[in-house]
């Protein structure tokens, strides 16, 4: 199976670190965000990323390719630490297609239709990190997907008044954090939404995806993939899994600078000194 990751758009909460530099780049603890991402897919058994990128954003293949000049580099010198480091980059195979115009998240995902083809795919928003204990959060999908053959979100329970944030669904409970999604509300108000679940950019889609992408029509300049999720959740089905973990949006910058703290206290590492770091200036 494939992961798509959409990784076009512009940054724009980040300028100016993000005027020359993809902000999937920027790092969090020590290592870019896209890898953390592409590391979860990688966990859960998937061997081909497909980048759905914007012009400028080459850097992000480049980083999963091999680099023996630099390893050759780091090996006469001794450090050996840091080509392990290197050869801890996921080695998978990447695609990359172009998103030519930035139409929103159900055209960037129709962009990777051919790269995809007939099979069921993922789909990992990169401003997403989710740090799971056990299973990784797109395998724990996919354990769902093979066992009720229907596609999947992730959901997450939110504050009600955060609704208008995400996309909120209208569900029917079937345990075990499992749920029929009836319909989706895309960014509701807290008085409209219909439930407190909201769908966290974690998927496993099927191909007809595409088919209901190709005719649905622009909602505010942009191709809305819950419009889509709307109509799968019709036919064939549609379900939501409460997943297990913690989700960092790092497409945001208070996010951003949440994900680069834990993760860096929770750092064998690193994380002793930065207690000792935050108690010197709290």
């Keep these: 199976m494939r992961a798509v990751i959409p990784a076009a758009g512009f940054g724009t909460r980040f300028l100016p670190a993000t005027k020359a530099i993809p902000k999937e780049m920027l790092p969090v603890c020590g290592k870019p965000a896209i890898q953390w991402v592409v590391e979860e897919a990688w966990d859960a058994g998937i061997r081909e990323v497909v980048f759905v990128v ?3 954003k080459a850097c992000l293949e480049d980083h999963f390719c091999p680099s023996p000049e630099l390893e050759g580099f780091l090996r006469e010198r001794g450090k050996l630490d840091l080509v392990e480091r290197l050869r801890a980059i996921p080695p998978v195979r990447v695609i990359s297609v172009r998103q030519h115009l930035p139409l929103g998240l159900g055209h960037a995902v129709w ?5 995809v083809g007939g099979e069921p795919f993922c789909v990992l928003l990169p401003d997403d990190l989710v740090c799971a204990d056990s299973r990784p959060c797109i395998g724990q999908l996919l354990e769902v997907y093979r066992r009720e053959g229907l596609p999947v979100v992730a959901l997450r329970r939110v504050p009600r008044q955060e609704t208008r944030l995400y996309g909120v669904v209208e569900a029917e409970p079937l345990g075990g954090g499992l749920h029929r999604i009836r319909s989706v509300v895309e960014k ?6 219909p439930s407190e679940l909201a ?3 974690r998927y496993v889609l099927i191909p007809r995806v595409f088919e209901v992408l190709e005719r649905t029509p622009p ?7 819950t419009d889509a999720l709307r109509e799968l959740a019709s036919d064939p089905g549609l379900l939501g899994y409460e997943f297990q973990g913690e989700r960092y949006d790092v497409g945001h910058p ?5 994900a680069n703290l834990l993760f860096t206290l929770r750092d064998p590492e690193l994380g002793a000194e930065a207690r000792r770091i935050l108690r010197r200036i709290s």
Excluded: W
């Design 199 to 201: 769908i966290v950019g």
């Design 188 to 193: 509701p108000s807290p008085e409209e939404a």
């Design 219 to 225: 909602s505010g300049g942009e191709i809305q993939l």
């Design 54 to 56: 914007s012009r400028g």
């Design 111 to 115: 962009c990777a239709r051919e790269a």
């Design 254 to 258: 208070l996010g951003f600078m949440e």
